[in-house]
């Protein structure tokens, strides 16, 4: 199972369930453990290994306790939000609760109105789709140049200029 990772100022604020077209009901009973996994896979595994402050980052859960990291991705409205909305995202109010250190986790919690992803024809990830038109390259080499990963204050359309 795959999971889409928020990182802003360092710290995980928020974790996807990648595929939001599907229903997993063993996710129910087990979100607390996957939250903690994940959390400990980034704490070991990529903060301080990687400089940006802000950025996405996907894992895939092999099994439990061990994952592997998929790709980075920009914290920016380029990158799909999945089950949050980058107003949640970039908001530091909403993000934070007073109750605990654990990043917001968000995964579908039913199978009533799951529709199939407009990607499903092609079987490929959704990456790879967006890959082949050459654009998602040309996208990220800019908004690394730029900073912007550093400073989300730009609009989309200065980003690509």
């Given at each position: 199972m795959e999971f889409r990772c928020f990182v802003r100022d360092?710290?995980?604020i928020a974790v996807s369930q990648r595929d939001y077209s599907a229903f997993y009901d063993y996710l129910?009973?087990?979100?607390?453990?996957l939250v903690t996994e994940i959390s400990e896979y980034f704490r070991?595994?990529?903060?301080?290994?990687?400089?940006?402050?802000?950025?996405?980052f996907d894992i895939y859960r092999e099994l439990p306790g061990s994952y592997v990291l998929i790709?980075?991705?920009p914290f920016d409205r380029v990158t799909e939000p999945l089950l949050f909305t980058w107003e949640e995202l970039t908001d530091t109010h909403t993000m934070e609760s007073e109750e605990t250190q654990h990043a917001m986790f968000r995964f579908v919690t039913s199978d009533a109105g799951i529709?199939?992803?407009?990607?499903?024809?092609s079987r490929?990830?959704?990456?790879?789709?967006?890959l082949s038109t050459g654009d998602d390259i040309a996208k990220f080499v800019n908004l690394f140049q730029k900073g912007t990963w550093e400073d989300n204050s730009s609009s989309e359309d200065e980003t690509y200029q």
């Open positions: 360092h710290c995980l129910i009973p087990h979100q607390d453990e070991k595994h990529v903060l301080c290994k990687f400089s940006q402050r802000q950025y996405v790709d980075f991705n529709q199939p992803s407009k990607d499903a024809y490929l990830p959704t990456d790879i789709i967006d």
